[in-house]
C-alpha cells in the first residue's frame, strides 16, 4: 500500500494580484512553490500591472477578504502568513484583526509604492499599519521608502538604518529587516529585534529587472517560518533566495523586467 504524501509546510499570502506575474499574489505563489511549501492566497485587491508601472488598481471589499481568509484557516490551517498589499485603512483593519487571532507567525511587508513608484497604500491607512499590523508581525520587512512613510526618518546610510529600525521596533513587531537595496554599495539589509543585529550583506548585481523583490523576499521569510526555522536563520535563506532571483531576473515588457522565482530549477 502506497504511504500517503507527506504534507509541505502551509503559507498563506495576504496581498494583491499583478497582472505582469511579477509581484504581488503571483510572486508570492511562486516564491512558496519554489521554496517546497504549498501557497494559499487571499486576494485584496486587482490591479492592472505591467512592467511599466500600475494602470489601475481595484479594492476588494472587506467581506470578501474576511471570507477568503476564514476559508484557508477554518479549514485547511496555516503555519506562516504574509501579508502585502493591503490598499486601505478598513482593509489593514481587518487583516490585523484576523491575524491577530491566528496561532502563526506573521510577515508583515508594508507596502507602500510599487517599484515604479505607483501608490498602493492610502495615506489614511498609515496609522493603521503604525498602531494595528505592525504589532501583531513577527517579522517587518519595509524598504527605504516604506520607512520615511512610516517614520518620517530618510535613510542614507549604514548607521540610518539602525535608527530606522529603532523607530519601526517601536510600534510593535518583534523583528524588523531594514532593507537598504536603495542604497549605494553592496545590497545590505539589517535584521534586529532591538538587541541583537545581523547585518546581511550579498553582491550588487548589474540587473535592472527587479521588479518583486520585496514580496519575494517577505514571502521567503515565511516559508523558512513555517518550516520551523527560527528568524534569524528564515532571513538568511529568504535572503540567499531572493539575491539568486535577482541575479537571474530578466527582461519582460518594455520596462522593470521581474526577478527570476524559479532559477533554484531553471535552465536557461
Known sequence: MTA??????????????????????QADLKTMLALGTHGMSVLTAVTAQN??????????????????YRSVVDDIGVQAVKTGMLSSAALVDTV??????????????????????DALLAAEALDSVRTKLLPV??????????????TG???????????????????????????GGHLPGEAVD???????EHWLRAPRHDNRHTHGTGCTLASAIACGLARGQDV??????????????????????GGIGPVDHGWLSTVR
Open 51 to 68: 512592467s511599466l508601472g500600475v494602470q489601475g488598481a481595484w479594492e476588494l471589499p472587506v467581506d470578501a477578504v474576511r471570507a477568503q
Open 232 to 253: 534569524p536563520t528564515a532571513v538568511r535563506g529568504a535572503k540567499e533566495y531572493v539575491t539568486g532571483a535577482i541575479r537571474a531576473g530578466f527582461a519582460l515588457g
Open 153 to 179: 526618518v530618510t535613510v542614507t546610510d549604514e548607521p540610518g538604518m539602525r535608527r530606522a529600525a529603532a523607530e519601526i521596533l517601536a510600534y510593535g513587531p518583534r523583528w524588523v529587516v531594514i532593507k
Open 137 to 150: 508581525a513577527t517579522v517587518a520587512t519595509p524598504n527605504l521608502d516604506e520607512v520615511t512613510q512610516l
Open 96 to 117: 490585523a484583526e484576523l491575524l491577530a487571532g491566528t496561532d502563526a507567525p506573521v510577515v508583515v511587508d508594508p507596502v507602500g509604492v510599487s517599484k515604479h513608484g
Open 190 to 196: 539589517l535584521l534586529t529585534d532591538g538587541s541583537e
Open 4 to 25: 500517503p504524501a507527506p504534507i509541505p509546510p502551509r503559507v498563506l499570502t495576504v496581498a494583491g494580484s499583478d497582472s505582469g506575474g511579477g509581484a504581488g499574489i
